[in-house]
């Protein structure tokens, strides 16, 4: 079956410009989460939706970051006013209920650029 | 310090060699323990579970050690396919969700 999905895979941005990460769980799944990861780092959690709830965004580096999931299903995470430190690979997850909460499925990822 | 701490590697292994990697966790209320596996460019993948008894997979053994906080991975009989960097990942007690991974030990394995 379908996996996470996200889109686009490549995105180029000049410093300053806002950009929206699209993201689509697997059907059915109840939890999404959002990943940063640096070069040469592992991921750094951002944010956790169940649903359509917000349950966490401790993990957002700044007021810049902003995350929905209005329906409960596609999640955008955007960035606005983007600066050079925010050059990273966003993944998002999901995961669902009656598997083991932890085993989370991820997306093959953004690859931001901020010139 | 970091939550997760890994020795980045790299760890350049012949095929057929036996290798371990270790990871230490900070925090001591830590629920779950993985491994997961990235290969270059791609998403994250969960490898296997880690539990106190220990838990084997074909060629792969994890092992922890909750006295210690300590998590280990051993592969045997590499191959050229196990070349990757291979992430240390917390699960959070508390009810938190989020995942929490290690910088990643990477792994090349050549003929």
């Known amino acids: 079956g379908a996996g996470v999905s996200q889109s686009p895979r490549y995105k180029v941005a000049k410093r300053g410009q806002d950009v929206a990460l699209r993201c689509d769980p697997i059907s059915g799944h109840v939890s999404l989460f959002w990943y940063q990861q640096a070069l040469g780092q592992g991921p750094e959690f951002l944010t956790y939706?169940?649903?359509?709830?917000?349950?966490?965004k401790s993990g957002l580096p700044s007021d810049r970051f902003f995350a929905e999931r209005p329906e409960g299903s596609v999640s955008t995470l955007k960035i606005q006013r983007t600066q050079q430190e925010d050059s990273a690979v966003y993944l998002c997850a999901s995961s669902s209920p009656g598997q083991r909460q932890e085993t989370q499925y991820f997306g093959p990822g953004t690859r931001l650029l901020v010139l | 310090r970091k939550e997760v701490e890994q020795d980045p590697g790299p760890f350049n292994v012949p095929e057929g060699a036996t290798v371990a990697f270790n990871c230490t966790y900070s925090?001591?209320?830590?629920?779950?323990f993985f491994w997961y596996r990235q290969d270059c460019r791609k998403e994250p993948k969960l490898l296997m579970s880690?539990?106190?008894s220990g838990n084997e997979d074909g060629r792969f053994t994890a092992q922890l050690n909750r006295a210690s906080q300590y998590i280990s991975l051993l592969i045997r009989d590499s191959k050229l396919s196990d070349s990757a960097t291979y992430l240390c990942v917390v699960l959070p007690g508390g009810g938190y969700n989020k995942l929490i991974f290690g910088a990643g030990t990477r792994l090349a394995v050549h003929p």
């Open positions: 925090n001591s209320a830590s629920q779950s």
């Open positions: 880690v539990y106190s």
């Open positions: 939706f169940q649903n359509e709830a917000q349950l966490d």
